[in-house]
Each structure stands twice: as C-alpha cells, then as structure tokens.
C-alpha cells in the first residue's frame, strides 16, 4: 500500500514537472512575439512598458514612409515573381522525380534540396561573385533567380510528398480512356495535388518573404525588401516602428499558418485518408 | 501481360515447332518494347527534372563552386605584376635572399603598375600576407630611381623589408595561379618561404578560435533545444489529440513568424529597460538591470528562440510513435518509473533527439543575422567573418576560403543527418 501510494506521488510530482516546465517553454516561445504587439500601439516614443497612451502613429510612419513601402513592394514582387517560378520548376521535377527509378537519382535529389542546406552566407557570397560580373547584383532579376534557387527545395519536398499519397491508377484509368497526358495532368492530377501544391507555393513565398542574408549581398538600394529594411532599422536605431511592422508581418504569419492547416486538411479529406 | 502470355501457353500445350518459335520471337519483341516504354518513362521523367536541375546548376551550383574556386586560385599580384611572378622562379635557395633579376623585375612592375594605377591591387594582396606590405609597397614605389647598378640594394637601401625573405615569400605564395595561402590562412596555418608549414604567428592566429567558437554557440544552442524542447515534444505527443493540436499551434506560430519580426522582439525585449530586465527586478530576481544583448546571453536566448521548434518537431513525430505498452510491460515488470523512462522510453526517442539536434546544429553553424544583431563583437560566428571579408575589406580569397571550411563542415553533418535520418524525411512543420 505504502509503495503504491508513494508512485502515485512521485507520479503526481513528475506530471508537475512536465507541465511546469512545458509551459514555460510554450511561454518563451509565444510571449517575445506578443509582447511587442502593444509596443506598436504607444503613444510614447519609447520601446518601453507602461504604455504612454494609445496611438496608430507608428502604424502611420510605416504606411507613410517612402523607405517602407518601397521595400513592401519589393518583398511582394521578388515575392510573387519567385514562388511563381519556384512552384512551377519545382512541380515539374516532383512530376520527374515520382516516376523517376534511374540511377543518380539520390545525387540529382541532392543538388535539388543543396540550397537548403547550403548555409545563407555561403549562398549570398556565392551570389554576389558570380552576379557581379554578370551586372545582376542590384537588380530584380538576380534577386528574384537568387529566391527561386533558395525557394525550390520547399517546393520539391512538399510537392513530392503530396505525390507519394497520390494513386497513380487515377491517372492510368484516365490514360486509358484515351486521355493526352497533359489532359491527364490538368484534369486529374492537378486538382487532387492542388491542396499540396498550394503548401508548397506558401513555403516558397515565406522563404522569399523572410529572406535577408541574400538580399543583403544582392540587392542594391532600390531592391531593399522588408527584411532588409528591418536589419537595418534593428541594427542603426530601433523604432517603434518596428514593432507595428512587426505587427503586421506576426498577423501575416498566422494567416499563412491557418491557411497551411486548411490546405493541409482539404489535402487529406480529398486523398481520403487522414493522418 | 506477362500472366496472359502464361496462359495461352497453358492453353495450347501441343504446338508445332514454327508455332513455339513464333511464339518465342513475339516474346521477345515483347521484352523489348517493354524496356523501350521504360527506357521512355524514365527519359520523361528525366525531362521532367531537367529544368530545375538546369536551373540549379547555372544559378546556385556553378556560383557556389567558383567561389569554392576562389579559396585556391590566385591571380591578383600576377595580373599587375607578371614579371615579378614569373621571375620569382628564379629564387632557387630560399634561405637567400633572391638573386638581381627578381629585384629587377619588381622594380619594373613597380613603376609600370603605378604608372597605370594597378599598383594599389598588388600592395592589397600583398599586405594580407606580410603585414605593413602596403606602406612598404607604396612607398618604395614612390622612391624608386629610373636606373640603379643593382636594383637590390637600391631597393634594400629604400626600404629594409626588402632584405627580408619573407617579403619574397609572401609575393612567392601571391604568384598562383593556385595557392594554398587562404585555406592554410583558414585554418592558422602558414607556409614558409622555403615551404614548410608552420603555425602562423599569434597574433595573427584568430580562425580557429573563431572555428572554436561558433561551435561551442552551436552545441550549446543545440543542448538547451534539446533539454527545453523534450517535455513540451513529451506532453504533445500524449496528450489527447484534441488539446495536442492546439497546443501545437504556440510551436508552429513562433516557427512561421519571420526570423527578423523574432530577433527584433528580442532587441526590444532585451534591453536594459526592457520587459525582461522588469519582470526580472519586478519578481525580485535582480535587484538591478543586467545586460542582456550585444552578449552571449542574448545570442543564446535568441538563438533558442529561434532553432527550438526544429528541435520539437522531428522529437514530437519520433515520440508519437513509440508505443505506450513498452512503458506499461516495463512498469508491470516492476521497473520503478524513473528505470522506465531511462532504459525503455529515453533510448526509443534517440532517433528524433539526432534528428532535431543535428538540424539545430546545422542550422546554427551558418547563422549570421541573429549574433549580428543581438550579439557583442565576442559572439561573431564564422558566418560573419565571411560576409566582412566580403564586402568590408574585399579580401575574397579569404572569404571563400573559410567558407570552404563551413560547407565541409556542413556537407559532413549533413551526410551524418542523411545517413541517420533522411534527407526527403526533413520535416517542415
């Protein structure tokens, strides 16, 4: 009796810890980003708590500021212009890389994930040496090639993976009734893939979106992005107006992250399978 | 196809000699045209993959492995000075000073290559070498006469350093085309004028150290992932999916918002009269504000905060799987809890702890923004010294050659990762 009770304690004591202690992680994690928020709605100038009333002029210098919307536009067109690239290029190779059995392809999969893995610096320096001469630093084109290098590996994983759980039999049933593979592609494989195709543009846009290393070695004054921009205003004298862009790019995130989720379930329910 | 031929076979037992030829010869046209449709399919497939690894190739391959490239090709003194580098092979005993031709020739180049505003590149590439090799340089260029009896000991008699040897072991290691200079360099290695390898001296000695400690910031980064990230991957993975799946949410948030929103939160939160250092005094932990950031601790802090999520994943995905009923057996057999856990849980979720802290330690070793902005000059990684010698002082033989290093580095842990893991198994969240 003794001892069973005793476990029960120590049970008690050990589930104690484990929730103590993951609360306090989950807390690291989430407080910093939910703590600036309110920094970015002070009517003060300072970066500090209590708050000296309730202003949107930080909000208003960010939307204001030639500097900052110069670099919101930016961000969207390398952006936009790399994840369409990105998801098109890196679509195709998954297309490849399902059916594909021959030999090299472990290397030819390892080339493909390498700007994954490749550390940023490496990468921007690798960059900047070989754009240079070419006359594609600062400019939107090295810019947006160096993104799509940077962004096709999300693409391949995430698209390959969708394609794992995809029955090729869909696509043969359809191949025999006399369907053209492009038919087949457009009018079978496409909808059914979309959910993942879709994860797989999100990610290549977040990377692009949140890139700095790159940008930092590539892009001239006219093609600084958000994240640039931010370096420079975390690095020189931090304003409040960071936090309200913080702000900004927090409430993106958490749209993109439940826009994951919904794709993420729309892709099981149409695989029929869940989990 | 295969079983219908079978059966036609079976059902035709008695056949005439031709017929069985026929039949044997179709056969094997079917064998080949079989291998034809593969051979297709797989050059589809190819063609498929052939644009993004065209792609890949000219804009991220090629690039990366010309600057690989830099680290050992040299050409900077013998573009402006090719006289000297071509003459420098005539200095045979390199425990002498070289012979009047070598000295003749520098003097030439001197004066043509000031003449033609060159000079400036030559004395850079020397001076990475030989230390106050650009005032010597530069001034002995200045001084030089039109003609002198014998160049070496005008030139001697202008400037000591050019009675020194090491002078012309350093324009004799700058000759390239090939040189080992830089990588050695990266490593605090240095090759003597008469060619041994030697440790370079002290105070100019600083790689290794550098080598040293974006590594012990990695693997401190990696071990307090890996000690914070346990409970929380723990509680997930047991926890009703219900309430699993929400709190899976605080994780993957922090993991989605940008890295600069993150390290900018810290830099606010960080400071002396930020919220940190309040709740710290205001819970009478400290009596008064301590630094923070622009030091190690915040490096640490915003690192962690960054790399813990790649730590909780692979850990949580490893840890859903292990079995509940091994815990009970071990329980039932009378293994008190504690024993339990060590010997029969722990050892099951080794596999994500590798996976989760040789991806925090990969990511970590290349991290250049985080200690750029939240750490001191005592907390740069080598990610930095690549990016200065790149565009502070322009020296990108150096550059690329500890960039060389990194990527070995890289590719070796990454292998390990591959080996142990699986690179198509790298999970994203």
Request: hydrophobic share 50%.
């Amino acid at each position: 009796m003794a001892n069973t009770h005793s476990r029960t304690t120590s049970e008690k004591l050990w589930t104690t810890i484990l929730w103590t202690s993951s609360v306090l992680v989950l807390f690291f994690l989430m407080a910093p980003i939910i703590a600036i928020m309110p920094l970015s709605f002070n009517g003060g100038q300072f970066l500090t708590y209590p708050l000296q009333g309730f202003s949107f002029q930080w909000y208003q210098e960010f939307f204001q500021s030639e500097d900052w919307m110069r670099s919101l536009k930016n961000s969207f067109i390398v952006g936009i212009a790399a994840t369409m690239l990105a998801t098109t290029l890196g679509t195709l190779a998954s297309l490849g890389l399902v059916r594909a059995t021959f030999r090299g392809k472990a290397i030819i999969m390892g080339i493909l994930l390498s700007p994954m893995i490749v550390p940023l610096v490496i990468t921007a320096v690798g960059f900047y040496f070989f754009f240079a001469p070419l006359g594609l630093t600062a400019s939107y084109t090295g810019m947006i090639l160096a993104h799509t290098a940077l962004a096709t590996p999300f693409v391949v994983i995430t698209v390959s993976a969708t394609l794992q759980g995809f029955d090729m039999n869909l696509a043969r049933a359809g191949a025999s009734l006399g369907a053209s593979p492009t038919r087949v592609f457009f009018a079978i494989i496409l909808p059914l893939i979309a959910p993942g195709l879709a994860s797989g543009a999100l990610f290549a846009f977040a990377t692009s979106f949140d890139e700095v290393v790159v940008v930092l070695f590539v892009a001239g004054p006219e093609q600084r992005t958000l994240p640039r921009e931010m370096f420079s205003g975390i690095r020189e004298n931090i304003s409040p107006t960071i936090t309200a862009v913080a702000t900004i790019l927090t409430v993106l995130s958490v749209f993109l992250l439940s826009t994951l989720e919904a794709l993420r379930r729309r892709g099981e329910r149409l695989r029929g399978t869940k989990g | 196809m295969p079983s219908d031929l079978a059966l036609s076979q079976a059902a035709r037992p008695q056949q005439p000699q031709a017929d069985r030829a026929a039949e044997r010869a179709e056969r094997a046209q079917l064998k080949s045209r079989l291998r034809r449709a593969e051979r297709m399919k797989q050059l589809k497939a190819f063609g498929l993959i052939a644009p993004l690894l065209l792609f890949l190739l000219i804009t991220f391959v090629v690039p990366i492995a010309d600057m690989m490239l830099r680290s050992v090709h040299d050409t900077d003194l013998s573009e402006v000075w090719p006289r000297t580098t071509a003459a420098i092979e005539q200095w045979e005993d390199r425990t002498q000073l070289p012979p009047e031709p070598v000295y003749a020739a520098i003097a030439q180049d001197m004066k043509d290559s000031r003449a033609n505003r060159t000079i400036a590149q030559a004395a850079r590439r020397l001076n990475y070498d030989a230390n106050g090799a650009r005032t010597f340089v530069m001034g002995t260029a200045r001084r030089l006469p039109d003609t002198a009896e014998s160049w070496k000991s005008t030139m001697i008699d202008i400037d000591e350093a050019w009675g020194e040897i090491d002078t012309f072991g350093a324009i004799a290691r700058a000759s390239g085309p090939f040189t080992s200079f830089y990588l050695l360099n990266a490593i605090d290695l240095e090759k003597t004028a008469t060619g041994e390898i030697v440790s370079a001296p002290e105070q100019e000695a600083v790689y290794v150290d550098i080598f040293t400690r974006t590594f012990v910031i990695s693997m401190t980064v990696t071990l307090i992932c890996a000690l914070l990230g346990f409970p929380v991957a723990y509680l997930l993975a047991n926890l009703p999916p219900k309430i699993a799946n929400v709190m899976m949410i605080l994780v993957l948030l922090p993991f989605w918002t940008s890295l600069l929103v993150r390290t900018a939160a810290w830099v606010v939160l960080l400071q002396e009269q930020g919220l940190v250092n309040d709740a710290l005094i205001f819970t009478g932990i400290l009596d008064e504000p301590v630094r923070l950031i622009y030091n190690r601790i915040g490096v640490y802090i915003a690192m962690v905060h960054i790399l813990l999520p790649f730590m909780i994943l692979p850990l949580y995905s490893v840890m859903k799987g292990i079995k509940p009923v091994y815990m009970k057996a071990a329980t039932s057999l009378g293994a008190p809890p504690t024993t339990a856990f060590l010997r029969v849980y722990l050892p099951q979720t080794i596999p994500g702890l590798s996976a989760g802290g040789l991806l925090v330690f990969i990511i970590s070793i290349g991290y250049y923004i985080t200690p750029a902005l939240v750490g001191g000059a005592a907390d740069q990684m080598i990610s930095y010294f690549i990016a200065f010698y790149t565009s502070d002082t322009v020296n990108w033989g150096m550059a690329s050659a500890l960039g060389a290093v990194l990527l070995v580095a890289t590719m070796i842990l990454y292998g390990v990762y591959n080996r142990l893991i699986g690179a198509d198994k790298m999970r994203l969240g």
